[in-house]
């Protein structure tokens, strides 16, 4: 490629052409997610988590459209790096965002890639066992200490009960049921209590995006950011709307 053509590939990180939009009349060029802050909130806590373990290999597994992966390869560049999903979609996106980035992704069972690939040092599933079925969750919490190998860790995060439950998800969890659904296959080693549920953290999510404008002030809206993650990412079991739990196999 050319100078212009490379400068142009680098534009690809991000489909920036689907962000304007045009339905039923109304033009729209931006793109929100309310609770973004949170969600790279608990995405950092997971990988400030990862970087303390000796570890050569990862599995995330519901990977979605690979985000997490995405945050890892830049922590790790030299760990193995493997996630899966049932959504084909959500794999071809994986595989799009994280072009070059030498990850791998498959719809397969964990179990299966990890006969592939080996067992892993540790086994993410972030915010995945909402989205499964109470009764086919002992089948998953299997399938995930399968992958894992006998002196790794798993890392599960989901949302808390304090929580109403999303109409996508089938439950949302206190320490207590979490540890009786992951029990038969997976023993939980510590609890940490996330997302402070609190007016600030309404103010904040209204100060960086709402119906009449987007923060985009890049100072500002870090500074927003850093404060929720110093004052409101720690909490308590009662005031907490995730929770994040790390597993080893029974």
Not at 42 to 48: G, K
Not at 65 to 76: H, Q
Not at 122 to 132: C, F, Q, Y
Request: glycine letters at 4%.
């Amino acid at each position: 490629m050319d100078i212009k053509q490379t400068k142009q590939e680098g534009q690809y990180s991000f489909p920036y052409h689907h962000i304007p939009s045009l339905k039923k009349g109304h033009f729209s060029q931006t793109r929100t997610l309310l609770w973004g802050y949170a969600y790279i909130s608990y995405l950092e806590t997971v990988l400030d988590y990862v970087e303390k373990v000796l570890a050569a290999s990862l599995l995330d597994i519901g990977c979605g459209d690979g985000k997490f992966l995405y945050e890892a390869r830049k922590r790790f560049p030299d760990m193995a790096l493997s996630g899966n999903d049932y959504s084909e979609r959500a794999i071809a996106f994986a595989k799009a965002f994280n072009f070059g980035n030498n990850v791998y992704f498959s719809t397969r069972t964990a179990k299966e890639i990890s006969k592939e690939k080996g067992l892993f040092d540790i086994v993410t599933a972030i915010e995945v066992l909402e989205h499964i079925p109470p009764q086919e969750i002992d089948s998953f919490s299997k399938s995930f200490a399968a992958a894992l190998s006998p002196d790794g860790i798993g890392i599960i995060t989901v949302p808390s009960d304090n929580q109403p439950v999303n109409q996508k998800h089938y439950q949302h969890f206190n320490e207590r049921t979490l540890r009786e659904a992951l029990g038969p296959n997976l023993a939980v080693t510590e609890i940490f209590f996330l997302n402070e549920s609190s007016w600030k953290n309404w103010v904040i999510q209204r100060a960086l995006s709402n119906r009449f404008f987007i923060l985009n002030d890049q100072k500002v809206a870090t500074a927003l950011y850093n404060y929720y993650r110093k004052n409101l990412l720690k909490s308590t079991p009662e005031r907490c709307e995730r929770l994040m739990a790390i597993v080893q196999k029974n």
